[in-house]
């Protein structure tokens, strides 16, 4: 069993900063993608960022250049560091991880998420 904790988040002013932790724990495959969703109210989950096992990374168009995602601690420790940040960024951010070195869009393919952890700005 994969447990994903998250910690970071809480509140700031537009423009500001944050960053977002999420550690991996149990019985994790070598090769694996660590993912950042958001979801605000009324919408649906929304892809941020990804990272694979091998460093590859991709990101939405929305946070592209503002938002860096990164693996640390052996790698099983996933880190979105938010700059600029827009009251539009508002939302409860999940991190979640998908089995494979492939990632495969779409929130069904997603082998374990994470609690969520709210991320509010203000303008």
């Known amino acids: 069993q994969v447990l994903l904790e998250e910690s970071g988040g809480g509140s700031v002013q537009a423009g500001g900063s944050l960053r977002l932790s999420c550690a991996a724990s149990?019985?994790?495959?070598?090769?694996?993608?660590l993912v950042w969703y958001l979801h605000a109210p009324g919408l649906q989950r929304e892809l941020v960022a990804t990272?694979?096992?091998?460093?590859?990374?991709t990101y939405s168009d929305s946070v592209k250049g503002r938002f860096t995602i990164s693996r640390t601690d052996g790698k099983n420790t996933v880190v979105l560091q938010m700059r600029s940040l827009k009251p539009e960024d508002t939302a409860v951010y999940y991190c979640?991880?998908?089995?494979?070195?492939?990632?495969?869009?779409?929130?069904?393919?997603?082998?374990?998420w994470g609690q969520g952890t709210q991320v509010t700005v203000s303008s």
């Open positions: 149990g019985t994790i495959w070598n090769t694996n993608v």
């Open positions: 990272i694979s096992s091998d460093g590859t990374t």
């Open positions: 979640a991880l998908q089995n494979g070195i492939t990632f495969y869009k779409g929130i069904d393919a997603i082998d374990v």
